[in-house]
């Protein structure tokens, strides 16, 4: 129902009544809204879906019946505003203690939500209001420190279980069996006399003078060499000094190994790559 001398109603000036009953006609819902406000301040009335909308005269009255809701057919239906103002909620700084659904019932004072926190978008807004800045997140607090302690406890290890079958938490036994399994791996293992002889059988081997040459000690100018070649700050490392001496090492086992060593048997040839092959006996 519209009046030629009423003026278009804004949406500040409607509700939205939603019945449980679809069937639930236009008429009854503005009998019912009429109760409330009066059926003189009516002002227009449509069905939208399974929703009545109703427009009454002043924005008091859209107050009034979202706080009183009407009855229908003996039953409360809630009654909701078409225009709802907007708040803008700045949230930062949050500890990250702080749950997300604590921080949801807390917001919940400002209005009623419309998705919750399930978007990515809003996700990612609940973590950038947990710090102020990036620097603070390394921060000397409380909180850092014990998280460091929490992460040091579970990589800790409280038990183990034993070749035997037996779950031991001592820390002595645990250690033995920790050295036992790293020496094993590497212990003599028997092996046929025969077997070995056929397989080192054929195989070309060094003579005394280059078993000799390799036995001499690395002189200054093969060390100067290699420093040279492989140049570094003053202030070495370790890692450094092992490539200095690979590098020293290289010519001598160059010439060796190219005599020894056929290309069929490594995967690739040993010389295309001087760089892997230097690594190689670092």
């Not at 409360?76 to 949050?94: C, D, E, I, K, M």
């Not at 279980?161 to 003599?188: C, I, Q, W």
């Not at 005394?208 to 290699?226: F, N």
Request: one cysteine or more; proline letters at 6%.
């Amino acid at each position: 129902m519209a009046s030629s001398e009423t003026p278009p109603p804004s949406l500040r000036q409607g509700v939205r009544i939603a019945p449980h009953d679809s069937s639930v006609s236009v008429e009854e819902a503005l009998l019912a809204a009429g109760e409330q406000v009066g059926h003189g301040n009516l002002v227009f009335a449509s069905r939208v879906n399974k929703a009545v909308l109703v427009f009454v005269k002043s924005e008091q009255m859209v107050h009034q019946l979202v706080a009183s809701g009407v009855i229908i057919r003996d039953l409360y239906v809630q009654v909701s505003p078409l225009s709802v103002p907007s708040t803008r909620v700045t949230v930062s700084g949050v500890p990250p203690f702080i749950p997300n659904e604590l921080l949801e019932v807390e917001l919940r004072r400002f209005g009623k939500f419309a998705s919750g926190f399930k978007t990515e978008r809003v996700k990612g807004a609940l973590v950038r209001c947990r710090f102020l800045e990036i620097k603070e997140m390394d921060a000397p607090t409380p909180f850092f420190f014990n998280l460091e302690r929490s992460v040091a406890q579970r990589k800790q290890m409280s038990c183990l279980k034993l070749p035997g079958g037996r779950v031991t938490s001592s820390p002595e036994e645990m250690r033995d069996h920790a050295m036992d399994f790293y020496t094993n791996p590497f212990g003599g293992e028997q092996c046929s006399t025969e077997g070995r002889e056929e397989i080192l059988e054929g195989l070309p081997q060094l003579s005394p003078e280059e078993k000799a040459a390799l036995d001499l000690e690395l002189t200054l100018e093969e060390l100067t060499g290699a420093l040279l070649k492989n140049w570094r700050p003053v202030a070495l490392l370790t890692v450094d000094y092992k490539g200095v001496g690979s590098v020293a090492l290289l010519p001598v086992l160059r010439g060796l190994l190219r005599a020894r060593l056929r290309v069929e048997y490594t995967y690739y040839h040993l010389m295309d790559n001087t760089q892997a092959f230097s690594h190689m006996w670092a």
